[in-house]
């Protein structure tokens, strides 16, 4: 039986994205963070990249969900049910990944579709969705993701290499944006946006008083099956928890930060494939 209501399914397949409000508890999100916060290994692992005006983006990812907090958020049935509603088809964990968008210092996101990337993987169809769940509050002060509503439906755009970023190629970024409503995604913690792999979006840079951290869970159908090996899995059934299991896990400090994260500098060449920005 689906999660979401038809409206909810025709909100995203017109929008290109869908607020789920509260998804996560406010005890959950409270474990989650402070999990994340005290995650030596995550901190260790994370990868910076330039952003272009000074600041650094701060990420951390992990291929496989694993069976702790991090992995009970991405494999709970409340999150992956509803993104198989909107795939209309079995879905599997692509990957997860902490934003770490520090108070005064994080950096901002270039324009671009995760498709842009996820392309040179071997995935034939756009046929991915992603969970943004707010870690911490996210407002326009604090870099908050930034979307334009209906640009899932432009297709796959040409993505350039401008520093570290992967970015879609500004001239159409720019006469999308005069036809396109652009929606600053405000969120309270424990709010969750689910957004198509084509939806335009990017991030201004953290220069307030307030970190914005944020987990995105990202999921392929089954169907759409990679015909090429790259830095992320191929289908691999997802083993779904029941909701409960975010809280039992989370409460347990032996099990709660167990997770292998992945060396994003040695792995993932989907961005440096790109042709490089001759500006």
């Known amino acids: 039986m689906p999660v979401l209501t038809s409206d909810q399914i025709a909100e995203f397949n017109r929008d290109g994205y869908l607020f789920v409000r509260g998804l996560i508890t406010e005890e959950e999100i409270g474990l989650l963070r402070d999990t994340a916060r005290h995650d030596h290994a995550m901190d260790q692992a994370s990868s910076t990249m330039d952003d272009g005006d000074g600041h650094e983006v701060r990420l951390s990812l992990w291929n496989h969900p694993g069976n702790g ?57 756009p046929d991915l969705a992603s969970v943004m769940i707010a870690v911490d509050d996210a407002t326009q002060e604090n870099g908050c993701l930034q979307v334009l509503k209906g640009s899932h439906k432009l297709g796959r755009l040409n993505h350039i290499l401008t520093g570290d970023q992967a970015g879609a190629e500004m001239e159409h970024v720019e006469e999308a944006r005069k036809r396109l409503e652009l929606v600053h995604c405000e969120m309270k913690a424990g709010d969750a946006l689910y957004f198509h792999s084509n939806t335009l979006h990017c991030s201004a840079a953290n220069l307030s008083d307030h970190s914005r951290w944020a987990l995105i869970c990202c999921y392929n159908t089954k169907s759409n099956d990679p015909f090429k090996e790259s830095h992320h899995p191929g289908y691999t059934p997802l083993d779904k928890v029941d909701d409960e299991m975010v809280l039992t896990v989370g409460r347990d400090d032996a099990k709660r930060s167990s997770v292998q994260f992945a060396n994003l500098v040695e792995e993932d060449k989907s961005a440096t494939s790109l042709a490089e920005s001759e500006s």
Do not use: P, T
Request: proline share 0%; hydrophobic share 40%.
């Open 69 to 125: 907090i991090y992995g009970m958020v991405a494999r709970c049935r409340r999150v992956v049910d509803r993104v198989e509603d909107l795939l209309e088809d079995e879905v599997y964990h692509y990957h997860s990944k902490m934003i770490l968008k520090d108070a005064k210092v994080g950096g901002a996101w270039a324009w671009h579709q995760d498709y842009g990337y996820w392309y040179q993987n071997g995935l034939l169809f």
